[in-house]
């Protein structure tokens, strides 16, 4: 049988690897959570930009795809290098539900909306939800911290 | 006052030691600090990619700098006082973090960025709405290794050990 053991982990044996990581999960999070809330503002505050929510979707959909790709990809690195730890972290589970919630949300309700530029509260609603699930997971990461 | 004196006399207000001894409040301004980044990084680094023509091209330039500019301000004073709550509260231990120093020193490069590139680029954006002069693309990667290099630096703050020879000699603590 296969035992993985954390030790043997470059990023636990390297000085730069484990803050490299945190740097990459860092700056994609501005090319994921950064684009989506790009989408919530205009939704929010028609007036804050001049394209149109389904217009800043095509927009900003591949780079989103990117940025959660990257971001998504250095978090399982992260992950790795202490699994039962983080397997025993209560804000790190809530993240995890919190992030297939975020996901799930951005490419049905989300999506569905943005597509169909709506004027009134509904348009506003979905915003919040989407900025409230977004904002949660990097709160979520500081609480795994500190947990 | 020396500026290690200072650090310390901040550290020592009231607020700082009620910060620095919360549970709660400072994983949230920390949390704070960093979801800054995640959205109006997001909007620093959008501004940066248009003016580069990479993304949103149908987009005049100018429309996107000017609608973004007033949230990016408001995203920047957010991300400096969750900033210098954060620092202030245990500034001893970021006085002698050459990191620290290292991450205020690309700061005050952003301000001189900003200066250097303000008549060519910045004042007039609609300038870019044409043709964008190669001028404002160095802007704009610049800008980029700037806010990339602060938060490199701001992560990596953590990671800083203290110099061997910085640590008082046995005699000294007797």
């Known amino acids: 049988m296969l035992v993985y053991d954390p030790a043997t982990n470059p990023l636990n044996n390297n000085e730069w690897a484990f803050p490299l990581t945190e740097c990459i999960h860092i700056a994609s999070m501005a ?24 217009q800043l979707l095509k927009d900003t959909e ?20 202490d699994p039962d730890m983080y397997f025993h972290n209560d804000a790190f589970l809530f ?24 004027q009134g509260v509904g348009g506003k609603v979905v915003a919040m939800v989407s900025l409230l699930l ?8 500081i609480f795994t911290a500190f947990t | 006052m020396s500026i290690a004196e200072l650090f310390h006399s901040v550290q020592e207000t009231s607020a700082a030691v009620a910060l620095r001894e919360s549970a709660l409040v400072y994983p949230i301004i920390l949390s ?37 500019r007033p949230w990016k301000r408001v995203g920047f004073v957010i991300m400096v006082t969750c900033g210098v709550l954060l620092a202030g509260c245990e500034a001893d231990k970021y006085y002698p973090n050459s990191i620290f120093w290292t991450k205020m020193t690309l700061l005050a490069a952003v301000f001189v960025h900003a200066m250097i590139f303000r008549s060519s680029v910045y004042a007039n954006p609609r300038a870019m709405d044409v043709r964008v002069p190669q001028i404002a693309k160095i802007a704009a990667v ?5 806010w990339l290099g ?25």
Not at chain 2, 142 to 146: D, E, F, G, P, V
Not at chain 2, 150 to 174: E, M, N, T
């Open chain 1, 31 to 54: 090319l994921s959570i950064g684009t989506i809330a790009l989408i919530d503002l205009r939704l929010l505050a028609p007036a804050a930009l001049a394209q149109k929510p389904s």
């Open chain 1, 134 to 141: 977004w904002i949660g997971l990097p709160f979520a990461g």
């Open chain 2, 32 to 68: 704070t600090h960093l979801t800054s980044i995640a959205i109006f990084g997001g909007m620093i680094l959008m501004t940066n990619l248009r003016i580069l023509g990479l993304v949103m091209r149908a987009t005049p330039v100018s429309q996107l700098y000017l609608a973004l």
């Open chain 1, 62 to 81: 591949l780079l989103t795809l990117a940025g959660l790709f990257l971001v998504i990809t250095s978090g399982i690195v992260i992950w790795t290098t």
């Open chain 1, 95 to 118: 993240k995890m539900g919190l992030l297939v919630a975020a996901i799930l949300y951005n490419y049905t309700v989300h999506r569905w909306a943005a597509k169909r530029d709506p």
């Open chain 2, 142 to 146: 610049t800008s980029m290794l700037l």
């Open chain 2, 150 to 174: 602060i938060l490199s630096a701001g992560r990596w703050i953590a990671y800083w050990d203290p110099p061997i020879a910085r640590i008082a000699p046995v005699s000294q603590l007797r």
